[in-house]
């Protein structure tokens, strides 16, 4: 029997392990964990490493997962809380006015959101950042700090309804902390 549903938010180009660490976490947990995109269908996802000598993330083609969902079918009180998945896919996610809906609502109900890595862009396009304490990769900061939240370097984050984490090098710190915000929603 399923605790509840988190929605997992991806689209081409989001980060592997950001999407399946959580993924199949939250399954562990007892969650169904239901997989949004744009459109439902077949995505695209990437691998993003750091060479020592390059200065930006290399990024290389990672598996294929299909979206259960689209997010304009998404009804917020479906869900026990949301998963933002990192990787190159939010670049383009933040001008989805659905998401930029779904991710509103989440904060406006103070259900659990998560977010790893570029995931922050989404939030910030959202307007939700203001007065929250988050972290992300440190190329994103600019991105929590332009719209009105505090960027710090940490692991894990936990602000309000909102967990946030750098990379996925620290999945673990913050599926933990997630996953006892959504069991305390109950």
Same mark, same amino acid.
């Given at each position: ?42 995505? !695209? ?5 750091? !060479?020592?000598?390059?200065?930006? /993330? ?7 997962? *299909?979206?259960?969902? *689209? ?16 990787g190159r896919a939010p670049e383009y996610l933040r001008y989805d006015a659905d998401l930029l809906k779904l991710t509103q609502q989440f ?6 959101? *998560?977010?790893?890595? !570029? ?16 972290? /992300? ?8 700090? $332009? ?11 936990? $602000? ?8 996925? !090098?620290? $999945? ?11 069991? *305390?929603?109950?």
């Amino acid at each position: 029997m399923s605790k509840g549903n988190i929605l997992l938010v991806i689209g081409d180009a989001a980060e592997v392990l950001d999407t399946f660490y959580p993924l199949f976490r939250l399954r562990e947990e007892g969650y169904t964990v239901r997989v949004g995109g744009p459109e439902k269908r077949v995505y !695209h996802m990437v691998q993003h490493e750091r !060479h020592p000598d390059w200065d930006i /993330t290399v990024e290389s083609p990672g598996y294929k997962l *299909a979206a259960d969902v *689209a997010f304009r079918e998404v009804t917020v009180m479906e869900f026990s809380g949301m998963i933002i998945s990192g990787g190159r896919a939010p670049e383009y996610l933040r001008y989805d006015a659905d998401l930029l809906k779904l991710t509103q609502q989440f904060f406006e109900w103070d259900k659990p959101v *998560a977010s790893v890595c !570029h995931g922050i862009e989404i939030l910030a396009a959202a307007g939700v950042l203001k007065g929250q304490v988050a972290t /992300t990769v440190a190329k994103c900061k600019l991105d929590v700090e $332009s719209f009105g939240g505090t960027y710090v370097d940490r692991e894990v984050v936990v $602000s309000g309804n909102l967990v946030t984490s750098r990379t996925w !090098h620290d $999945s673990p710190a913050w599926m933990r902390e997630f996953v006892k915000m959504v069991n *305390a929603q109950g």
